[in-house]
């Protein structure tokens, strides 16, 4: 993987760099927070830059808010990969559907992964938040596809493969791999350590792992230690922190292995 960071937000590197044609994968964190809203941070959705298109992995509640920041155009996005069922992981597809249709009036097809029972819990939000949201006559297909168990799932250009992990949510949980272009892009998605995500990471350019607490395990989510007595095992080539708690976002500069790098809102990485 190439090691080039950049941060967004304006800076003159980013700038020159959003012509950019883009030859393999690059990431750009949109949102790298936990569902509290520790450190500022907005909800979890990463944007991914293919050759020719560009996907989503995740969409919190904020989404909208923080491709808008960005200058991130949500009607080129073919794609949304999602995780699993909690609110700061795909909320955001509510919002989404209203800009795409009151604000840029969307006509291109949208297509949505997830966990079984995905169009049908995105309906009963849309419906709760903005009550005949979900009936509304669009002019863009929002084409709904389930996973199942480590089935590779070919969407346009990428190869998702989910590997079910531990994080009641209602429906099953799961860590991602994306695979395009010979890049692969893996994240834990929510959960605790479980075994199950040695190989959705097993070779991959970036492991985004969510990272919630330090030391001590809180709910069904990971600490920092489990990942580092991990790291070789992963055998990914780098790994990158995110969903992080306020104490484990206190401690963040305790983490040196060169290997790891810290999520910030806006940061950019060529995988
Ligand atoms: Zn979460
Ligand atoms: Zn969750």
């Known amino acids: 993987m190439n090691a080039a960071i950049g941060r967004g937000g304006g800076s003159t590197e980013d700038q020159g760099r959003k012509d950019e044609i883009?030859?393999?994968?690059?990431?750009?964190?949109?949102?790298?927070?936990?569902?509290?809203?520790?450190?500022?941070?907005?909800?979890?959705?990463?944007?991914?830059?293919?050759?020719?298109?560009?996907?989503?992995?995740?969409?919190?509640?904020?989404?909208?808010?923080?491709?808008?920041r960005l200058g991130l155009d949500p009607d080129r996005v073919s794609?949304?990969?999602?995780?699993?069922l909690h609110g700061d992981h795909f909320a955001g597809l509510v919002w989404w559907l209203l800009h795409a249709h009151y604000v840029t009036q969307r006509s291109a097809p949208l297509t949505i992964t997830g966990p079984a029972g995905i169009a049908a819990r995105f309906a009963a939000a849309a419906e709760a938040l903005f009550p005949g949201s979900p009936k509304i006559e669009r002019r863009f297909e929002m084409r709904f596809l389930e996973y199942a168990e480590r089935?590779?799932?070919?969407?346009?250009?990428?190869?998702?493969?989910?590997y079910e992990v531990r994080h009641p949510s209602g429906a099953p949980p799961?860590?991602?791999?994306?695979?395009?272009?010979?890049?692969?892009?893996?994240?834990s998605g929510d959960t605790e350590w479980v075994e199950s995500l040695?190989?959705?990471?097993?070779?991959?350019?970036?492991?985004?792992?969510e990272c919630f607490s330090f030391e001590e395990q809180v709910g069904?989510?990971?600490?920092?230690?489990?990942?580092?007595?991990n790291l070789d095992r992963l055998g990914a080539r780098r790994v990158l922190l995110t969903h992080m708690n306020s104490e484990m976002l206190a401690k963040r500069a305790h983490v040196t292995d060169p290997r790891v790098l810290i999520a910030e809102d806006g940061m950019t990485l060529d995988i």
Do not use: N
Not at 32 to 59: I, K, M, N, Y
Not at 199 to 209: M, Q, R
Not at 220 to 229: L, N, P, S, V
């Open 22 to 68: 883009v030859t393999q994968m690059k990431l750009t964190i949109v949102g790298s927070g936990d569902a509290f809203g520790s450190g500022g941070r907005l909800q979890t959705c990463f944007h991914v830059a293919l050759p020719g298109d560009e996907v989503l992995v995740d969409c919190g509640a904020t989404a909208i808010i923080g491709m808008q």
């Open 79 to 84: 794609t949304i990969f999602i995780s699993h």
């Open 151 to 162: 089935t590779p799932l070919r969407v346009g250009g990428v190869t998702v493969t989910p």
């Open 174 to 187: 799961y860590a991602l791999r994306l695979e395009s272009g010979g890049k692969t892009l893996s994240f």
């Open 198 to 209: 040695v190989a959705a990471a097993d070779g991959a350019d970036l492991f985004i792992s």
């Open 220 to 229: 069904y989510h990971m600490t920092w230690r489990k990942i580092e007595q």
